[in-house]
């Protein structure tokens, strides 16, 4: 007598995404025809991803210490990090050489007039942000207290935490299984929790569009669409280009089925305009494809405060076009200060909208002050610059980690296979795999026999 199968448990969240993008096309309506109300509806928008950004302190803390403490060699971490984080200078480089020869080319901004109003917006926003020195950058890292990123969200400060706790677990040995097994089920809750606000996704995503489109209409983008068209083109080639080669020669991954696997991911970056808000889901999926819980726990949320592609790019043409548009263009040596310059100041800033926007204000304000009321110009499409911006260092750490897993063999190919395939679908509902999710610690050796 046979058993009849289990059934199916059917997925809903697709149903899920087909409202976000319903909701995105009735925001851009609803912003077209009703202007002022649709800017009203911002903080709704707002709202959503900052509920997004409430659980990232706490997922890349339960990544980081899981991935870290349960290595029992602490030499792997530090093979993994600095491997990282050289991969992650070398292609900031690549991304600002891209981005200043683009720039240079199509000379964006030429024959613009800066008028009173934009030069309000560029100084507003600079008195909003303000560019910090390399030791306030760095004494920033250490937070008050043990417990205080977690509280207040900083990513670096987060980083840093975990990586203690993780080391000192490593420490304790095999007294640190029930501490490991306990952040794995902390960790199962925050995933579950994040699960349930996704389900807000089409309210926020309707919002968020409808205020954008309300706030700048037609005319910005029709005015700007020189240096929006050439970002993106820029970005596009970066991405399919630069880190498509790198992805197949390495992992022999090609790079649209990896995206396809990460399809629901990029249109939720499309409707937030932030990065952020697919971390979490980016660290379960890069698990569930086949890299190694510690791989992908040291090299994402590093990526997401070191290796911002995206955000260099856009810094690069963005100071570009705003010299030119002020009729005053950057020389070469100018170009490279002041470019180098943001890219530091912008790490830690992990694609949150906005943030592209505050760096380049900050880094004319310190290096060429007279430039500062034409970040004014671009204030009005900031907004659909950032989707680009996002999308792309979104990208580049996710090929970041397939390229990493490959180069320290911590990368099962086959089972990528099997998923990107369709074979081993994601798990939607808890985001974590049974037998890649949470690790159990390795039971004790026994101890040899007397004599």
């Given at each position: 007598?046979?058993?009849?199968?289990?059934?199916?448990?059917?997925?809903?969240?697709?149903?899920?995404?087909?409202?976000?993008?319903?909701?995105?096309?009735?925001?851009?309506?609803?912003?077209?025809?009703?202007?002022?109300?649709?800017?009203?509806?911002?903080?709704?928008?707002?709202?959503?991803?900052?509920?997004?950004?409430?659980?990232?302190?706490?997922?890349?803390?339960?990544?980081i210490v899981l991935g870290v403490g349960s290595i029992r060699q602490a030499a792997q971490v530090g093979k993994v990090g600095g491997l990282a984080l050289g991969y992650f200078l070398t292609m900031s480089t690549v991304a600002l050489a891209i981005g200043l020869v683009v720039g240079n080319l199509i000379h964006p901004g030429s024959g613009m007039n800066l008028d009173a109003s934009t030069a309000a917006a560029g100084q507003k926003q600079v008195a909003a942000d303000t560019a910090k020195s390399t030791s306030e950058f760095l004494l920033g890292i250490i937070p008050d207290s043990l417990l205080a990123p977690l509280a207040t969200g900083n990513v670096l400060q987060t980083l840093l935490v975990a990586l203690l706790t993780g080391f000192a677990l490593q420490a304790?040995?095999?007294?640190?299984?029930?501490?490991?097994?306990?952040?794995?089920?902390?960790?199962?809750?925050?995933?579950?929790?994040?699960?349930?606000?996704?389900?807000?996704?089409?309210?926020?995503?309707?919002?968020?569009?409808?205020?954008?489109?309300?706030?700048?209409?037609?005319?910005?983008?029709?005015?700007?669409?020189?240096?929006?068209?050439?970002?993106?083109?820029?970005?596009?080639?970066?991405?399919?280009?630069?880190?498509?080669?790198?992805?197949?020669?390495?992992?022999?991954?090609?790079?649209?089925?990896?995206?396809?696997?990460?399809?629901?991911?990029?249109?939720?970056?499309?409707?937030?305009?932030?990065?952020?808000?697919?971390?979490?889901?980016?660290?379960?999926?890069?698990?569930?494809?086949?890299?190694?819980?510690?791989?992908?726990?040291?090299?994402?949320?590093?990526?997401?405060?070191?290796?911002?592609?995206?955000?260099?790019?856009?810094?690069?043409?963005?100071?570009?076009?705003?010299?030119?548009?002020?009729?005053?263009?950057?020389?070469?040596?100018?170009?490279?200060?002041?470019?180098?310059?943001?890219?530091?100041?912008?790490?830690?800033?992990?694609?949150?909208?906005?943030?592209?926007?505050?760096?380049?204000?900050?880094?004319?304000?310190?290096?060429?002050?007279?430039?500062?009321?034409?970040?004014?110009?671009?204030?009005?499409?900031?907004?659909?610059?950032?989707?680009?911006?996002?999308?792309?260092?979104?990208?580049?750490?996710?090929?970041?980690?397939?390229?990493?897993?490959?180069?320290?063999?911590?990368?099962?190919?086959?089972?990528?296979?099997?998923?990107?395939?369709?074979?081993?679908?994601?798990?939607?509902?808890?985001?974590?795999?049974?037998?890649?999710?949470?690790?159990?610690?390795?039971?004790?050796?026994?101890?040899?026999?007397?004599?």
């Amino acid at each position: 007598m046979t058993t009849a199968a289990p059934p199916v448990k059917r997925d809903r969240t697709h149903y899920l995404y087909l409202a976000v993008i319903a909701a995105v096309l009735l925001g851009i309506a609803v912003g077209l025809l009703w202007p002022e109300f649709a800017i009203e509806l911002k903080p709704i928008g707002t709202g959503f991803v900052d509920l997004i950004k409430m659980m990232i302190a706490p997922v890349i803390f339960c990544t980081i210490v899981l991935g870290v403490g349960s290595i029992r060699q602490a030499a792997q971490v530090g093979k993994v990090g600095g491997l990282a984080l050289g991969y992650f200078l070398t292609m900031s480089t690549v991304a600002l050489a891209i981005g200043l020869v683009v720039g240079n080319l199509i000379h964006p901004g030429s024959g613009m007039n800066l008028d009173a109003s934009t030069a309000a917006a560029g100084q507003k926003q600079v008195a909003a942000d303000t560019a910090k020195s390399t030791s306030e950058f760095l004494l920033g890292i250490i937070p008050d207290s043990l417990l205080a990123p977690l509280a207040t969200g900083n990513v670096l400060q987060t980083l840093l935490v975990a990586l203690l706790t993780g080391f000192a677990l490593q420490a304790m040995g095999e007294r640190s299984a029930a501490v490991l097994r306990a952040i794995g089920l902390f960790q199962r809750l925050v995933f579950r929790i994040l699960a349930m606000l996704m389900w807000l996704a089409p309210i926020g995503a309707f919002g968020a569009i409808a205020a954008v489109v309300g706030a700048t209409g037609t005319d910005a983008l029709i005015s700007l669409a020189q240096i929006m068209l050439g970002f993106y083109a820029t970005c596009a080639l970066f991405v399919l280009v630069v880190l498509g080669a790198l992805l197949w020669l390495v992992a022999r991954i090609n790079i649209f089925s990896l995206f396809k696997y990460l399809g629901r991911e990029f249109l939720l970056i499309l409707s937030t305009s932030s990065s952020e808000s697919a971390l979490p889901r980016l660290i379960a999926k890069m698990e569930h494809v086949g890299v190694s819980r510690p791989v992908v726990g040291i090299t994402v949320p590093t990526g997401y405060s070191f290796n911002l592609d995206g955000t260099a790019i856009y810094l690069t043409m963005a100071s570009l076009f705003v010299a030119q548009a002020m009729g005053d263009p950057l020389s070469v040596s100018e170009q490279v200060s002041l470019l180098l310059f943001m890219m530091i100041a912008s790490k830690g800033a992990a694609g949150v909208t906005g943030a592209g926007l505050a760096t380049l204000a900050g880094g004319l304000q310190s290096h060429r002050p007279d430039l500062v009321d034409g970040v004014g110009l671009i204030v009005g499409i900031d907004r659909f610059m950032s989707e680009a911006r996002a999308l792309t260092n979104f990208a580049g750490n996710a090929v970041a980690t397939v390229l990493i897993g490959t180069w320290t063999k911590e990368f099962d190919r086959d089972r990528a296979q099997l998923v990107l395939g369709g074979d081993d679908p994601f798990d939607e509902e808890t985001m974590v795999d049974d037998d890649h999710g949470t690790p159990e610690p390795s039971a004790p050796e026994p101890e040899p026999a007397k004599a």
